[in-house]
């Protein structure tokens, strides 16, 4: 079984605050001796754009580390992404939720990861456990 990674890992991974790079590398380091690591075409977006981070650094990252990109995204997990995107702009009406909203990318990690029963290791388990009860969450915790 894989373990699908979120994007938050990495920009903990490359964090200057010790305490998240470190918990994320031990993270990180576990799930690879488990499984084989995979990242979603997503995350590679969402990391892509975040400052200082081009596509030479990422693909240098991802094959230094063996990581895989998986570039696909199949029937099965736009529509469980889709779904779980709907409850969740449900819930959020329903009981007035105000605040920052996720967005389209966040469905589709967890839908995924989930399609695909990988485990996910992520710094927002909550989130997750919300739209995707059945998937099987990692949380990097800092020491």
């Not at 990674?5 to 920009?11: L, P």
């Not at 030479?56 to 990252?61: A, E, V």
């Not at 959020?92 to 695909?116: E, Q, S, Y």
């Amino acid at each position: 079984m894989n373990t699908s990674v979120d994007s938050n890992v990495f920009v903990a991974l490359w964090d200057s605050d010790a305490s998240l790079s470190d918990a994320a590398q031990r993270a990180l380091d576990l799930a690879g001796e488990q499984r084989e690591i995979v990242v979603c075409a997503p995350v590679y977006s969402e990391l892509l754009a975040n400052r200082g981070r081009d596509e030479k650094f990422l693909d240098g990252f991802f094959e230094a580390t063996n990581i895989q990109i998986d570039w696909v995204i199949s029937e099965a997990v736009w529509r469980a992404a889709g779904l779980a995107f709907a409850h969740y702009a449900e819930r959020r009406k329903k009981h007035g939720i105000a605040g920052p909203r996720k967005i389209l990318a966040d469905f589709l990690i967890g839908a995924h990861a989930d399609v695909h029963r990988y485990h996910l290791l992520t710094a927002d388990d909550r989130f997750f456990r919300t739209a995707f009860p059945s998937l099987v969450i990692v949380k990097v915790l800092p020491t």
